[in-house]
């Protein structure tokens, strides 16, 4: 079965750093493009990091310098290293793959159920 | 950065009838060399994940019902739900996957009236 569980989201301080984990089953997470995506309480889906399978990276403006996407491929895990967390920074945070039909890309095809970090004084 | 914008916010509609959503991105969209618009659809039920509805603009995901629908080219795009049934209450995204970053529209809410 294709499953994405993610892992690591908590309350925490402004400044401070947690890695969310996304435990991937069903699939070779080192094979495909994966990518987080955050949405805070009420608002709208954002994209934040992608991954893709040459290992290059890719990161919104607004976390630019303070994440960090990587993966272990021993454990089929996907991860996302927060730093110099922000109160803005609050969401539930989805870790995702980019589908692809005939080496064409299909958007994201397979969701997590989503991990939420709050960071507040 | 692609800017995607939907209307309306939110849409009543009667069991059984139609509702349309429409997206709007800044820019174009469409690989001209695929003859590709690169926009998706999602659904997001309440407490619950997106689901991939649509891609290509018009490509159903499987298992997706055939009363959904995509449409549009450009930077102009339509979802329909006809024959609205009670499960597809929920809040639509459109998403622009043509180039970083990546972009969603600010969801439409559709309730039952």
Known sequence: ?121 | DIVMTQSPDSVAVSLGERATINCKSSQTILNRSKNKNYLAWYQQKAGQPPKLLMYWTSTRESGVPDRFSGSGSGTDFTLTINNLQAEDVAVYYCQQYYEIPWTFGQGTKVEIK
């Open chain 1, 1 to 121: 079965e294709v499953q994405l569980v993610e892992t690591g989201g908590t309350l925490i301080q402004p400044g401070g750093s947690l890695r969310l984990s996304c435990a991937v089953s069903g699939f070779i997470v080192s094979r495909n493009y994966m990518t987080w995506v955050r949405q805070a309480p009420g608002r709208r889906l954002e994209w934040v990091s992608d991954l893709y399978r040459d290992g290059a990276t890719y990161y919104a403006d607004y976390v630019k310098g303070r994440f960090t996407i990587s993966r272990d491929s021993s454990k089929n895990t996907l991860y996302l290293q927060m730093n110099s967390l922000r109160v803005d920074d609050t969401a539930m945070y989805y870790c995702t793959r980019e589908g692809f039909d005939s080496d064409d890309s299909r958007a994201y095809d397979i969701w997590g159920q989503g991990t939420m970090v709050t960071v507040s004084p």
